[in-house]
């Protein structure tokens, strides 16, 4: 019974944590329809932003604000240097953004260099859960995403800002004539998914090592799981294909390797995405 | 009646006069090309030791922007996958050299890797474009793919050698008569120019053949190709397939050239390093995709050594202007602007 719970809380901490770091992907991908690679290379830099900001003796909680502001700004220049000019052509966007994540991830190297680098855990010890034992930082990040899906969902659903931006996704045109200001709220919502991915980077910066390329893995596996949740179904996709990625390999890893595991579940993804292109919970 | 120009009864195109023929053939894409393969012919005339090591790496990687050029630049599929192919061609042959051995392993190995690449291009191909998968969405595929491919290179190893990588010999390739042994830098670098060669010929064949053309049709509006009768989806994933089984084979030589195979060959970076050669090079023309495969290793390995860090930069740089503002790449903006500047004068 105790390895039932473990494998639950196991599936539930890390379907939280892979919905933390695609919520920022979601959230750009499902509003204004740009498949952002930088991602990969936004949660690298909130990672060493806040390596750096603890170094300097910063609080963790607060190297992590910094974080998800530095990037966002990043990402605020981004849009607004680049970005804004290509919304017309997603496929172009993708490639670009492409762009910024090597560009982003060789500035990251020239500032701090390519050495391995950890922080220590700020919440070390383990809290025990109905006999089943489960690390305090986990589950503070845990309930921290659960926290960030519900404020999302709440803007969305229970907002002016929220009823406009989903008048965007509807319908884009008749938005635009009824007074939405576009282009303001393209750029809010790059920068919004950038810090999100700063603050994704900063978080989970503790569990695991902090090198240049560490978003690539993170990338992949977030856009599965925002495909296969659904586009457009920000919240919900979101939590539902962070469950399937993260869970499934959690469940597989049980009979074989990790590695296999993200491989097997990477390759039911893809098969997912053939049969089901708008993903679980998309509409056409 | 003209016999040798004009529109014939049946609305084919002109059979082309004989000046127009040579007209055609010293085009400046052609010149370039043959400029090109001739200087690379005669550089072990003039240079020894390290270009004539490292050059036939480079042109592999030319080999390998060539597959993508067919994909991206003619068929208009992104690839984040071909360094997948490159790098399955590469163990193949070094699985094949180490568990097989004999007088004919290296070409079993080459074999295999032709085999290997082209299956698996053709199956999730065909899986992906009979489902109608495009664009961003066939980016995401490509890019597990590579992903997938570095990760078990890395975990199974005892096939792949793991983190540590495969030392591969070189080979010795029998053919009938003659063996040729690639021990030698010299015989190695001629055999992968000879390869270089008919790889981008047989490109240009396929540019020039009927096939060549749907796939062009594809791209530029894939469902008016499916209206007018064309399996589009068969199309592209013939293209993938070929490219995937060319890219592995380059993955192959490059294996036994470079003596070394580690996962990152197959991994998202170098994959991504393909598209951003082809895109700087220009991925309309073939020679466009050639000359930044082999030009932008060449820069690599100069400037790598002397600012390595900015280097890496600049080129993430010049990949963002090349896709957002610069389409046609270098090779391909000097070789369209003559026909601009006469429009422009017209």
């Known amino acids: 019974m105790d390895r039932v719970l473990s494998v639950l809380l196991d599936v539930v901490t890390s379907t939280l944590v892979l919905a933390l770091v695609s919520l920022g992907l979601a959230v750009v991908f499902g509003l204004v329809r740009v498949i952002n690679m930088g991602h990969g290379a936004m949660l690298a830099l909130g990672a060493y932003v806040a390596w750096t900001c603890v170094n300097r003796g910063i609080p963790f909680p607060v190297a992590v604000l910094v974080a998800t502001v530095a990037v966002g700004i990043v990402g605020l220049v981004f849009e607004v240097l680049v970005i804004r000019h290509f919304y017309e052509q997603p496929f172009e966007t993708l490639l670009i953004s492409w762009g910024f994540y090597l560009v982003v991830t060789e500035l990251i190297k020239l500032v701090w260099g390519t050495d391995l680098r950890s922080l220590p855990n700020p919440l070390p010890g383990t809290l025990s859960v109905g006999g089943a034992g489960i690390g305090n930082y986990v589950a503070v990040i845990s309930l921290i995403s659960a926290a960030l899906l519900t404020a999302t969902a709440l803007v969305l659903y229970r907002t002016d800002l929220g009823v406009k931006v989903r008048a965007m996704i509807q319908n884009r045109d008749m938005a635009l004539m009824l007074g939405v200001n576009a282009p303001r709220m393209y750029r809010s919502v790059f920068a919004v998914g950038a810090a999100l991915a700063g603050l994704a980077g900063a978080l989970i910066a503790p569990m695991f090592s902090i090198e240049p390329d560490m978003g690539t893995l993170w990338l992949v596996r977030s856009f599965f799981a925002v495909i296969v949740g659904g586009l457009g179904a920000i919240v919900g996709g979101t939590l539902v294909g962070s469950g399937l990625i993260g869970g499934a390999t959690v469940v597989f890893a049980l009979f074989s390797k990790q590695v296999f595991a993200q491989t097997v579940v990477f390759a039911l993804a893809v098969i997912a995405l053939r049969f089901r292109p708008v993903g679980i919970l998309g509409r056409r | ?346």
């Open chain 2, 1 to 346: 009646m003209d016999t040798e120009v004009g529109t014939r009864p049946d609305g084919q195109e002109a059979r082309p006069t004989r000046a127009g023929r040579l007209r055609a053939l010293l085009s400046a894409e052609n010149v370039i090309a043959v400029v090109l393969f001739v200087a690379l012919f005669y550089v072990p005339y003039f240079l020894v030791g390290f270009p004539v090591y490292v050059l036939p790496q480079y042109m592999l990687f030319g080999v390998l922007a060539l597959t993508l050029c067919l994909l991206w630049g003619f068929g208009g599929m992104v690839s984040f996958g071909q360094a997948a192919f490159f790098a399955i061609g590469a163990y193949a042959l070094g699985v094949t050299l180490r568990d097989v051995g004999g007088p004919t392993a290296p070409w079993l190995g080459l074999l295999l890797a032709l085999g290997l690449g082209v299956v698996l291009a053709a199956v999730i191909g065909w899986f992906l474009f009979s489902a109608d998968v495009r664009d961003s969405y066939f980016v995401l595929v490509t890019l597990a793919l590579s992903t997938i491919t570095q990760v078990l290179a890395n975990s199974e190893s005892q096939l792949t050698g793991g983190f540590n990588g495969m030392f591969v010999e070189r080979v010795t390739l029998p053919f009938g008569v003659v063996d040729v042994s690639l021990a030698g830098d010299l015989a190695a670098y001629y055999v992968i120019f000879a390869f270089t060669l008919l790889c981008y010929l047989l490109f240009r064949y396929i540019q020039w053949s009927a096939f060549g053309r749907v796939l062009v049709s594809i791209r530029e509006n894939e469902d008016r190709s499916r209206a007018l009768g064309y399996n589009t989806a068969l199309y592209k994933t013939v293209a993938f397939a070929v490219s995937g089984g060319v890219a592995a084979v380059a993955g192959a030589l490059y294996a036994t050239d470079a003596g070394f195979v580690s996962p990152t060959l197959g991994g998202v970076l170098f994959s991504t390093s393909v598209v951003v050669w082809v895109a700087i090079g220009g991925r309309h023309y073939f020679i466009g995709a050639l000359i930044g495969g082999i030009g932008i290793s060449i820069l690599s390995q100069t400037l790598n050594a002397r600012i390595p860090e900015y280097w890496q930069l600049l080129l993430g740089l010049l990949f963002v202007v090349a896709v957002g503002f610069f389409r046609r790449g270098i090779v391909g903006t000097i070789l369209e602007l003559p026909g601009r500047m006469r429009s422009r004068r017209g």
